[in-house]
């Protein structure tokens, strides 16, 4: 698919050098605007993969074009031209949301490629994202898998490489962080996706009725058993079974399952016959499942049988600009459904405090959070006091001069916990891909300062990514911008 580009400039001349230059390119589909009105206009009618904006432009200016497109599509990746003069202008814009900028001149427009290429590669990436969620999100509505930051990105990879089998997957991690729509992603991009996915929720069972439950009953096996029951497990022959909140189960029921899940059959309550049956177990826990073993409460051996392929999922609070990106979702999503509420949006404050909150409830709490916004909201703007956010915050406040995009990524990095060590609960014994003998250099002899392995870490990145800053980023596990103040403070060449 071509990506579509928008060139923005009042300014023919360096308008069609621009287009030009684009066009050389075949995958490049090139429209050129010279008023920012027309630009506006044309994005009610199509939305490009890129737009390149000129700062100064009579009538409305770069930035004021920015701060609308931005509000209708926060998503965009904007680009802003600037002359050489108004490089405080460029800060001005890349804090309302511009994904980066270029100055004019001749040599400048050599940066132009690699600049709309690493953009480009942002649009590959999304649109790779997409695929994978997207049979989710059209059977299940809008709440699809939604994330670009590197936990996310690992968690897409687990995925893509759950579908190449069929074994038990364990999916960990916190209330409302959407562990059933990573299993419901690896249903249907499996090739069980024709069959059913059927879902137990552990927690919400009563203890007595759970037997019948996962493997049904016949008819007068107890009192109020007035007809026969087809359990859980046989309604998900040749599909898939939800096991939710799995630490919940009390142990003679584990029993129960263990032997269910090594002989691939059951007996209904109360019956005799034995009925095999086909179906791929997905659990889910937010409890730690290891801890729950050493102290007598999950029997090991179900623990190795279900856990043969866990994928952890990160809090929201760990995701950066993820955040953004789901406010803004649920933000979308909300007024399409309601349009008496079209044109409302998130101030630039609403936006720090959402970067800034803690979110101890994850996604589900932000959804709500979002939605009572809408509600609550006076004025199109959605301001700090509707998103009545009372609880913990991440860090305090941040430089008033850093960028969205760089406060996410702070916040970010603040929360990141300590890699776990070969040998402890939660760890996976492998390094990060770019830390192994990156920071360290091999030489176990030499002692280096912090920040010089800093260096060495961000220079042997930045190297075996072939310049390439957003995958030198990604494997770093930092953000885009950070990633270039590194490269500028080191002094390495771009």
Request: charged residues 30%.
């Amino acid at each position: 698919m071509p990506y579509r580009i928008f060139v923005v400039d009042d300014d023919r001349h360096y308008a069609r050098m621009m287009s030009y230059r684009l066009d050389k390119n075949p995958d490049y589909r090139v429209k050129v605007f010279h008023h920012g009105e027309e630009v506006l206009a044309q994005l009610e009618e199509e939305q490009p993969d890129l737009i390149l904006l000129d700062i100064m432009m009579p009538g409305l200016d770069g930035i004021e074009v920015l701060r609308r497109v931005m509000a209708r599509y926060p998503d965009m990746l904007v680009v802003m031209v600037s002359a050489q003069g108004v490089i405080d202008t460029a800060v001005e814009a890349m804090k309302l949301g511009a994904y980066d900028y270029i100055t004019k001149g001749q040599d400048d427009l050599l940066k132009l490629d690699k600049v709309v290429q690493n953009a480009l590669e942002k649009v590959n990436m999304r649109r790779e994202l997409e695929t994978l969620r997207g049979e989710v999100t059209r059977r299940y509505g809008p709440d699809g898998l939604i994330g670009e930051s590197p936990p996310m990105q690992r968690v897409y990879r687990l995925i893509q490489k759950a579908l190449r089998g069929d074994i038990p997957v364990a999916i960990q991690g916190e209330s409302g962080t959407g562990k059933e729509l990573v299993a419901k992603a690896i249903h249907y991009g499996s090739s069980r996706k024709h069959g059913p996915f059927v879902v137990v929720n552990c927690a919400a069972i009563p203890r007595e009725l759970m037997e019948s439950e996962f493997f049904g009953h016949e008819k007068g096996s107890f009192t109020g058993a007035h007809s026969r029951k087809i359990g859980k497990f046989e309604q998900a022959d040749g599909g898939t079974i939800f096991l939710d909140e799995i630490g919940e189960l009390d142990l003679d029921l584990q029993a129960k399952l263990l032997r269910a899940l090594q002989e691939g059959e059951i007996q209904r309550v109360g019956g005799n016959e034995t009925i095999a049956f086909d179906a791929r177990v997905i659990s889910a826990t937010n409890r730690n499942v290891v801890e729950m073993i050493r102290a007598g409460k999950f029997r090991e051996d179900l623990y190795y049988r279900l856990f043969q392929f866990p994928i952890p999922l990160p809090p929201l609070r760990e995701r950066g600009q993820d955040i953004l990106l789901l406010a803004n979702y649920f933000l979308r999503e909300y007024t399409k459904a309601h349009p008496e509420f079209k044109g409302k949006r998130l101030s630039l404050e609403a936006r720090r405090a959402i970067l800034e909150y803690a979110w101890p409830g994850n996604v589900r709490e932000l959804k709500s959070a979002v939605e009572r916004a809408i509600l609550l909201s006076d004025e199109d703007e959605i301001r700090v006091e509707d998103l009545m956010l009372a609880g913990e915050r991440v860090i305090a406040p941040w430089n008033e001069r850093m960028t969205l995009a760089e406060a996410a990524e702070h916040n970010f990095a603040q929360v990141q916990p300590r890699a776990p060590s070969e040998g402890t609960p939660g760890g996976d014994g492998e390094a990060h891909p770019m830390v192994s003998g990156i920071a360290l250099g091999h030489d176990e002899e030499e002692i280096v300062s912090l920040e010089e392995l800093k260096r060495r870490a961000v220079e042997r990145a930045y190297r075996l990514c072939d310049g390439n800053v957003d995958r030198a980023a990604v494997e770093l596990g930092i953000g885009r911008a950070t990633m270039y103040r590194l490269l500028k403070k080191y002094e390495i060449t771009t």
